[in-house]
């Protein structure tokens, strides 16, 4: 079996990681350990670090006690892949290496080789902006410097890592388990690259990254690397412009020196892709690149409602998901899925698309199929509609959602009165972890307010278009997701749950189905899907709901 490695660059490939992630929790991965890298030059990213805390809770979830953290990998159920996380960024965060300018002066060169430093710096680069500015929030859409950069620090951190003092820091000691996983693992190792070809980080990032990788490990080997490049599988997204922002005021950029500017985004895309496709490199290291991009009409602006200067990075740069970050998920899934001798036979990086459908005013129509093809399209739905049911009816059914209520554990409290008391001894902390993650997935009351997570964020980007799931699946108010049916979340009522029982609501007759298949032989899990009473909780849920659905009848 192939050996699953992930690469997260930038801002964009965070957002990318987390529709991946949630995929795993919908059970898209069975029987899979995926080992994951986040890499960025802004360590303090808003949006590193919510999908940073995002798998946390992830493995929170499959983690039964302080021995079995992050689980084992299951299968046909919630949760199922296992998820390996390692962290490394370049630090830009002293005052020597804040700014390329400062990197050229480095300490132990002599005035002679400083002089030539600045000559080719001045060559390449503008010294009033691009040499001054700090680089801690990314490279700003300035790909030349980028790539250099970002492959010098990797190669640094090796350097680093190899001397083993007391000098080497977390990221580099994380960067370099990662590095040895993959060379142990070269002769079946997959590696997928989340990033975008239109900003500063990712597209420096992807033409550079697997030379990157092997030197890396010739350096912490000794030149003992068995990493072939010829023989590991690569793939990336080629992401393309799909949000916008406001034009920097003159003041903003005469403090930042350079801020990337959204109405640039196309021709930057143009001119990554060009320079991808005649790349020699990047042509004979990637075997499929999967191109994605979205309607020029249809960009959301991050700016609406912001006021002041425009976020280069930083903790405040959370920006909103989108579906075009989910298809990169999809991606990674498509090419975690080819046959291996398919891929192998590539010979120069192969392009993908896929086309969607469109009603007959221009709004796009997403099913299933359009994400994963027609062969997978129902088992897509079915997973992912399954784990929209479970967070309804956790935070609303239980109103997991509120800030003082443990959803999950009211649930249990009502199947103990059904007389299916099975998964009592669960105690609130399980209980609470899996609120926590649903929370993220899909919504939370604060203050009076609903908090949009993951999934919500993804329908609102479709903007008039469908995706998946009726729209009443995405209730917005408080009020009205109190009263959402988890059983009719699809617009095709062959989908919606059975009615059980002479009392009470729709909505009350079809959660009775759900609990009249929990107390069922059918339902019951297998060692495959769990062996820890939470383990088995999750898959038995995740059994009844599927079952409930009708796509397997």
């Keep these: 079996m192939d050996k699953f490695f992930l690469i997260a660059i930038g801002g964009t490939g965070m957002r990318c990681l987390e529709s991946f992630v949630h995929l795993c929790a919908a059970g898209l991965f069975d029987n899979q350990t995926i080992e994951i890298l986040t890499l960025d030059t802004d360590q303090n990213n808003g949006n590193k670090e919510r999908v940073e805390n995002l798998i946390d809770l992830y493995n929170k979830v499959k983690t039964n006690d302080n021995a079995t953290r992050g689980g084992e990998q299951r299968s046909n159920t919630f949760f199922s892949a296992k998820l390996n996380l390692y962290k490394f960024f370049t630090d830009y965060s ?34 009033e902006s691009v040499q001054q500015f700090k680089l801690d929030h990314g490279y700003r859409a300035q790909t030349h410097l980028g790539s250099l950069l970002m492959y010098h620090g990797i190669l640094e951190a090796a350097i680093n890592a190899k001397k083993g003092d007391s000098n080497v820091k977390p990221q580099e000691k994380e960067l370099s388990k990662y ?13 997928f690259v989340f990033g975008s070809v239109f900003g500063g980080t990712g597209a420096s990032s992807i033409p550079v990254i697997p030379i990157a ?58 001119a990554a892709l060009s320079f991808y496709n005649e790349d020699a490199t990047v042509r004979k290291t990637y075997k499929r690149m999967y ?9 959301i602006n991050y700016s609406e409602g912001n006021a002041g200067n425009i976020t280069t990075g930083g903790n405040e740069q959370k920006n909103a998901c989108h579906v075009a970050e989910l298809m990169c998920a999809v991606a990674a899934y498509d090419f975690f899925n080819a046959n291996r001798k398919e891929l192998e036979s590539i010979g120069e990086a192969e392009y993908n698309f896929r086309t969607v459908g469109v009603d007959d005013n221009g709004n796009m129509q997403l099913t299933g199929a359009s994400f994963v093809g027609e062969e997978r399209g129902e088992i897509f739905e079915n997973k992912l509609g399954a784990l929209l049911s479970l967070a309804h009816i956790i935070l609303s ?43 993220e997935f899909g919504y939370k009351f604060t203050k009076g307010d609903v908090n949009f997570g993951w999934i919500y964020q993804i329908f609102k980007s479709v903007g008039a278009g469908k995706f998946i799931f009726a729209p009443d699946a995405f209730a917005t108010d408080i009020d009205s997701l109190h009263d959402i049916d988890p059983g009719t979340i699809f617009a095709d009522e062959q989908h ?12 009350t007759k079809r959660f009775n189905t759900l609990v009249d298949l929990l107390k069922k032989e059918d339902t019951l899990p297998d060692e495959a899907q769990g062996t820890t009473l939470k383990e088995e909780f999750l898959a038995q849920l995740y059994n009844a709901i599927t079952i409930a659905q009708h796509f397997n009848e």
């Excluded at 059904?418 to 209980?431: H, I, R, S, W």
């Excluded at 919606?496 to 909505?507: D, E, P, R, T, Y």
């Design 397 to 439: 059914k239980f109103e997991g959602a509120h800030e003082d209520t443990n959803g999950t554990a009211s649930l249990l409290n009502y199947l103990n009165d059904a007389k299916f008391p099975v998964y009592n001894e669960l105690n609130d902390t399980q209980c609470a972890e899996i609120d926590e993650y649903l929370k």
């Design 179 to 191: 590095l040895q996983l993959l060379n142990q693992n070269s002769a079946n190792a997959r590696v």
């Design 496 to 507: 919606h749950w059975n009615k059980s029982g002479l009392i009470g609501s729709g909505a």
């Design 291 to 299: 191109h994605i991009g979205w309607p020029s009409t249809l960009k």
């Design 94 to 127: 002293v005052a020597k290496r804040m700014t390329l300018s400062a990197l050229a002066a480095t300490q132990n060169l002599t005035n002679e080789q400083r002089r030539d430093n600045q000559d080719l710096n001045d060559l390449l680069f503008d010294r």
């Design 213 to 270: 990788i092997s030197e890396a490990l010739r350096i912490l080997t000794g030149g003992n690397n068995v990493l072939n490049l010829n023989k590991v599988l690569f793939g990336s997204t080629l992401l393309t412009d799909y949000f916008k922002f406001n034009t920097p005021t003159n003041a903003q950029l005469k403090q930042d020196k350079v801020i990337a500017d959204s109405h640039n985004f196309a021709l930057n895309s143009q």
